[in-house]
């Protein structure tokens, strides 16, 4: 009888022993692998990349990153989840990598876990705006806000930093939502 739990026990646990350390201890879910920002992108998703080069090495990020495909505009685009850095408190955040015709990456969206917010005017928004881009500056130097743009729905903050990529938020009149997302490379931005 002994031998017989022995050997059940040994059935059940060698598959798990043979895993690296990493893949036994998953992170909580929602959580990527931290990645470190650039001014051109986050971890091995940067402006200029071949887009299915940046995926296959996304998918070693996050085995649940969406394959390439064509986005709602017909680029292929692909998704994954990471983890900020340790400066930004490790938060889980979603980064979506758009390409041109010639298959390069040309505009790069993170959106932080807390993306969207409720806030209580449009001056609240870009609060939020401006206290997520300050804890950007170690990575990507400092920042400018830009004029905000009042269109019929929403109010529009932009802050700009001196490499190129800008925090956007918008705050929608009608509900009080305010999305903030870290872009690089944004065609209109």
Do not use: Y
């Not at 995926?55 to 390439?68: E, G, N, S, W």
């Not at 969207?116 to 609060?127: E, F, G, Q, V, Y």
């Amino acid at each position: 009888m002994r031998l017989r739990r022995a050997l059940l026990a040994l059935l059940l646990t060698a598959p798990l022993t043979a895993l690296p350390s990493a893949q036994r201890t998953p992170l909580p879910a929602g959580q990527g692998q931290p990645v470190q920002l650039a001014p051109d992108g986050v971890g091995p998703v940067t402006l200029g990349r071949d887009v299915h080069d940046a995926a296959r090495i996304a998918a070693t990020l996050d085995p649940a990153a969406a394959a390439v495909g064509p986005g709602c505009d017909a680029r292929p685009q692909f998704g994954l989840q990471v983890g900020l850095p340790q400066a930004l408190g490790r938060a889980p955040a979603s980064v979506m990598a758009m390409a041109g015709a010639d298959g390069r990456i040309e505009e790069i969206v993170l959106q932080p876990a807390h993306g969207r917010l409720r806030t209580s005017s449009s001056a609240a928004c870009r609060d939020a705006a401006e206290a997520f881009a300050t804890r950007l500056t170690g990575a990507l130097a400092a920042f400018s806000a830009e004029p905000m743009r009042a269109g019929p729905m929403t109010d529009e903050h932009s802050l700009r930093f001196a490499g190129g990529a800008r925090v956007s938020a918008r705050w929608f009149r009608g509900g009080g939502d305010c999305d903030v997302a870290l872009h690089f490379g944004a065609p209109n931005g």
